[in-house]
């Protein structure tokens, strides 16, 4: 299955990889958020329908999840809104960032965030918890200002550490460690540094996130964080692997929403932009 978040696509749709493609059946109320991509004359659409409606979990029949991320019973259904940093100079340098602090947010970063911020204003969250590396600490406060709420910062939101490759552009890094290079581009979930697995961490982390943010008191969330992070947060909450971790892209300032029954079984119940998925295959980008 492969799941592709663009900000330049305007409807949602599935497709299998021998079969014409369909639309994402929506048997009830949509409530559509317009947030603007880097380009102002683009935009994006978040669509949030109501359960019959859903992407779900290891099941993949569009009525529930089947996999629970509490374990236990939640004191409440959840809604979580997950948003990735706006474009950072890392980003636009082509650079490989993971956990280094050095990549900033740019100016259209900030774009991107303000009008994320104008497009979720009229939406109540209880939370917003970030990662606190700076690119996404940055973007979580223009996201965040004006509520009520401190942020709170989560280091099980941080970006995967990727050693020795953070910071070089990824021209240089495929020259100079072939071999790392690409198993971290063609097969993440076996890509190994320094005696670790960097995706497999990210998993457990994912998990860490998920029961930090879901027996906080409180039923709506935001979550502002980066994307290989995002990608485990979204899988782990479907009830997919590592080895699912390309199937998965969202752009800067991308966001998608989630609820969770009391059982912390999830429903991906929004997109923001056209959502494509492979059934036979997984695409390397």
């Known amino acids: 299955m492969v799941v592709l978040f663009s900000p330049f696509l305007p409807t949602a749709a599935v497709y299998g990889s021998r079969k014409p493609p369909k639309l994402l059946a929506c048997s009830s109320r949509l409530d559509r958020v317009m947030c603007s991509s880097s380009t102002p004359q683009q935009s994006i659409a978040t669509e949030v329908s109501g359960n019959n409606s859903s992407l779900t979990g290891g099941s993949y029949d569009f009525q529930r999840a089947t996999t629970s991320l509490s374990e236990k019973l939640l004191s409440s259904p959840k809604k979580v809104t997950i948003l990735r940093h706006g474009l950072s100079s890392w980003n636009k340098e082509s650079r490989v960032q993971g956990s280094s602090n050095l990549s900033v947010l740019t100016e259209a970063g900030a774009a991107q965030a303000e009008r994320c911020r104008n497009a979720l204003a009229e939406i109540h969250f209880d939370k917003c918890f970030s990662s606190p590396i700076s690119r996404a600490k940055s973007t979580a406060e223009i996201l965040w200002q004006g509520r ?115 059982h912390g079984e999830a429903m991906l119940q929004g997109l923001n932009m056209t959502a494509h998925m492979y059934t036979d295959h997984i695409y390397h980008y």
């Open 148 to 262: 009520d709420q401190p942020l709170v910062y989560l280091d099980t939101l941080k970006e995967a550490h990727l050693y020795f490759l953070e910071g070089m552009r990824n021209v240089d890094a495929r020259k100079k460690y072939p071999e790392e290079y690409t198993a971290w581009r063609e097969d993440p979930s076996n890509f190994c540094v320094n005696g670790v697995y960097p995706i497999r961490q990210l998993w457990r982390t994912a998990r860490e996130a998920w029961l930090e943010i879901l027996f906080t008191p409180g039923e709506s969330f935001l979550v502002v964080t980066h994307k290989s992070i995002l990608r485990a947060l979204i899988c782990t909450a479907l009830g997919l692997g590592p080895e699912r971790f390309r199937a998965i892209d969202i752009n800067n300032g991308g966001l998608c929403v989630f609820s969770f029954n009391i």
